[in-house]
């Protein structure tokens, strides 16, 4: 069963279940979804699984960033129902990588692409971003491949 159907079944599920906050993110889900396929109708391209992984990767990090500011801000309430989102968000997405599988993936994606310097870290990371999107932080395997090549 592939990513799309598994949140049009979770949507189901819930809707059944009569569970409201479930149903409601997983709506926000087929939503952001739904306007980035109409944004990428003017480039014709279309919105694969590894973009949907990307999409929802993003939208757990923004919940995380929000709940951040909410618990800072004094609102718990606020950041408890970020933390339920990222939650649900999350049952979509595969298992994050272990730090020894990370530190692995660089390695491997560094010796496919052959990177000897700085100048080859964008190429390390589309390899790296076409393999293990939604599974890995992007940001701090950058650092880890900077530290690495440089």
């Not at 999409?55 to 800072?72: C, D, I, N, P, T």
């Not at 390390?124 to 701090?140: H, I, N, P, R, S």
Request: proline share 1%; aromatic share 2%.
């Amino acid at each position: 069963m592939d990513l799309r159907d598994r949140i049009s079944a979770a949507m189901k599920e819930a809707m059944r279940a009569k569970e409201a906050a479930r149903l409601s993110t997983i709506r926000l889900i087929t939503s952001a979804i739904k306007d980035r396929e109409i944004a990428q109708r003017t480039t014709g391209a279309d919105l694969g699984e590894a973009d949907v992984l990307a999409l929802l990767g993003k939208m757990v990090k923004q919940r995380h960033e929000s709940a951040k500011v909410y618990a800072q801000g004094g609102r718990p309430e606020l950041a408890d129902k970020e933390l339920a989102e990222i939650a649900v968000i999350e049952e979509f997405l595969p298992r994050a990588l272990s730090e020894t599988a990370v530190a692995a993936a660089i390695e491997a994606a560094i010796a496919e692409v052959g990177a000897g310097s700085l100048k080859d870290m964008g190429r390390v990371m589309a390899v790296l971003k076409e393999k293990y999107t939604g599974q890995m932080d992007f940001g701090a395997a950058g650092a880890r491949i900077k530290s690495r090549l440089g």
